[in-house]
């Protein structure tokens, strides 16, 4: 939705998913896979790790370990990226609920 504001400046209002809106062939897919990354780059600095130490640990090069925490999760399956959480010690719990009445259709994302 565009909208003006006071200067008359164009402005466009997000749907909330970045990838949606540049048009991404599966936006929801991408913004969960970014969301775990996220959450993998914060377990890594929680834990004081380097990428170096963070990747041992993961069982990967440190060169992956480096293209995740900076976003670069093409060819990383979610189930993979759950498992590196895992091996950080980091809990994955997976909630299904039914889609509230109030939604135009169901949504999977990370809290």
Do not use: C
């Amino acid at each position: 939705m565009n909208v003006m504001n006071q200067d008359d400046t164009d402005i466009t209002v997000g749907s909330g998913n970045v990838f949606a809106d540049f048009g991404h062939k599966n936006p929801e897919e991408a913004q969960l896979k970014s969301r775990i990354a996220l959450h993998i780059h914060k377990a890594i600095q929680a834990k004081g790790l380097s990428q170096r130490e963070a990747a041992r640990v993961m069982g990967v090069d440190h060169a992956k370990v480096s293209a995740i925490v900076n976003g670069k999760v093409k060819g990383y399956s979610i189930d993979r990226l759950f498992r590196f959480l895992n091996a950080l010690d980091v809990n994955v719990e997976i909630k299904l609920d039914a889609m509230a009445a109030r939604q135009e259709r169901a949504t999977t994302r990370v809290v």
